[in-house]
Structures are given as C-alpha cells and as structure tokens.
C-alpha cells in the first residue's frame, strides 16, 4: 500500500515529525515544572502542583478529569530521578518515528491518548479504595509498543543497555513486558505486597489493552478489511499459524499400451513417466507394458546413434 511506503510519497505527503517532537518536549517541560516547584517554590508549592495534575481516585471525585491525561507529564523526583522520564522519551523516540509514519499525526496522538486514558483509568478502578496515585507516561509507551509489536512482530530493536549493545526482538519483548506486568499487578496491586519500584503494572496493561483494541479495531479494519470489523481474535504474531493446506494430488497420467504411439513424442512423453516411477518406487513396479515401452525406447536410441 502506498502509505506503507513513504519514499513514494510526495514531500507535502510525507508525515512531519514535529508531533513527536512537540510530545517530547511537553513531557521534558512537564518535568521541569516539577522540579521548579517541588525544589524552589518549596514543598508546599509542590504537593498543590501534584495535587493539580496527579491522576488519583480523589482527583476524579473531586471533578478534576483533566488529570485523565495530565498525570502522564509527571514524572518521578525522588530517588529514580531523571530514570523514569528517560525511559519513556526514549521509548516514545524509538516507537514514535516508526509509527507516525505509517498511521499519521491525528491517528498516533489518539493512539498515545488512548493509552494514556486508559492505563490511567484502569490504574483508578483497581486502587478506587486505597486512593492509590498514578504518574508517567508509561501506559502511553505500552499502547504504542503493543500496536508496533502487532503490525512488525519480528523487528530488532537494538539499544545501549549499560554501555552494552542489546538487541530486543519486538513480539519476544512485548510477551515479556506483559507477563512481568501481570505479575507484578497480582503480586503487588491485588495481593498488597510493597513493590520495590512501585511501578503502576495494571496502567501498563491497561495501556497494552488499548494499543491491542486500537490495532484490532481501527488498523486492521482501515488497512485490511475496511468493508467490515475484523474477527476478534489474537494478534497474528500470538495466534498459532494454521496447517498449510494439502497440495492437491496431481492427476494420474494414463498408460499407454506399448507400440501405439503415433509420434516420437508421445513416446518420450511416455519415457519420462516411466523414469519418475522408476525414480519413485523402483524398477520392479514397473508392468510388462512399460518395459516394453522401455525397450522399445532403447532400440530407437540405439538405431539414431
């Protein structure tokens, strides 16, 4: 498809990166912020300027549903500082050029967004008792990770991890990220054990569901099938790959009786099904017929030498 290959498009066609660009700085600028407040306004100026765009179940109660979105350009200030914004700009880089490509400026935001509303959302309904509260853009990156993983299974994301080269194959990646947050998010949100990271493991799967809903849904149905929705069902890189179909068996070539050919290429015609069987089952299944048709093959090649 043509979308698919942007060399073919014209400059004007072509997608500008300035939405990732804008994105990334609203998240390095939301950072700021932060640290603006939180280490020269004082702590005071800092927990209001939380308390503003933190997502929690108390922000929702309390009419503030902007901070649906808003959380997602909070980052950590404490002893993981720099780290967990640094994860999700480059993730959002390494995901976001690839896929602003291919689905456009106002399909990737809502991509992002979605994910956004949703891993927050679902990070809400799960800790709607404890008042739990939720920062970053994690859900984001898993929404667009999933969606990539989906449309590029087998890509090779290659990435510095401690001064060491790594090379993440996606589908490989995705599974891993998606059971370690399934296990965390029992282990930690539904069980209450102290997780040593606290990390939001039911946004992220949250964030996984809407890029997985957005793929199904929207991508599949706008690239592959836009006459009607797709099937539910698993990715194709999840789903079992079904049997190929048996080739069909070629039609039997009928024998003909030895001496009635009325051209020398219907004897070699012959000839050479005589071969294949020969090659096949051995010189044994061959019938009386067909060593006479052998033979008589033999006779003339001898009489053209």
Not at 130 to 141: K, L, P, T, Y
Not at 239 to 260: F, I, L, N, S, T
């Given at each position: 498809m043509l979308s698919d290959r942007t060399y073919l498009l014209g400059p004007s066609r072509r997608p500008s990166t300035s939405v990732l660009v804008w994105l990334l700085s609203a998240l390095i600028a939301g950072f700021v912020l932060q640290l603006f407040f939180h280490f020269i306004l004082g702590p005071r100026a800092g927990a209001a300027f939380d308390r503003f765009l933190v997502l929690s179940p108390d922000s929702l109660q309390a009419g503030r549903l902007w901070t649906i979105l808003t959380y997602s350009f909070l980052h950590d200030t404490g002893g993981f500082i720099l780290l967990h914004l640094l994860l999700n700009t480059l993730w959002l880089w390494l995901l976001g050029k690839e896929l602003l490509t291919l689905l456009g400026s106002g399909r990737f935001l809502s991509l992002w967004f979605g994910g956004i509303a949703l891993g927050g959302l679902t990070f809400v309904g799960i800790h709607w008792r404890?008042?739990?509260?939720?920062?970053?853009?994690?859900?984001?990156?898993m929404a667009l990770l999933m969606t990539f993983t989906c449309i590029h299974p087998n890509h090779r994301f290659r990435i510095l991890l401690f001064f060491v080269p790594v090379t993440f194959v996606a589908k490989y990646l995705m599974l891993a990220l998606a059971v370690l947050d399934l296990a965390g998010f029992v282990a930690f949100e539904v069980l209450g054990r102290t997780s040593p990271l606290a990390w939001a493991h039911s946004a992220h799967l949250g964030g996984m569901a809407a890029g997985w809903i957005y793929f199904r849904w929207v991508h599949l149905r706008e690239w592959r099938t836009p006459d009607r929705?797709?099937?539910?069902?698993?990715?194709?890189?999840?789903?079992?790959?079904?049997?190929?179909?048996?080739?069909?068996?070629?039609?039997?070539?009928?024998?003909?009786?030895?001496?009635?050919?009325?051209?020398?290429?219907?004897?070699?015609?012959?000839?050479?099904?005589?071969?294949d069987k020969i090659n096949a089952d051995g010189f044994a299944a061959l019938s009386p017929a067909e060593r006479q048709v052998l033979d008589r093959a033999r006779s003339q090649l001898g009489k053209s030498v």
């Open positions: 404890d008042g739990g509260e939720i920062i970053g853009a994690s859900a984001g990156v929705p797709p099937e539910l069902g698993f990715p194709p890189w999840l789903r079992r790959r079904p049997a190929p179909p048996p080739a069909p068996a070629a039609a039997p070539v009928p024998e003909v009786p030895a001496g009635v050919f009325r051209t020398p290429g219907e004897l070699k015609v012959e000839v050479d099904r005589i071969l």
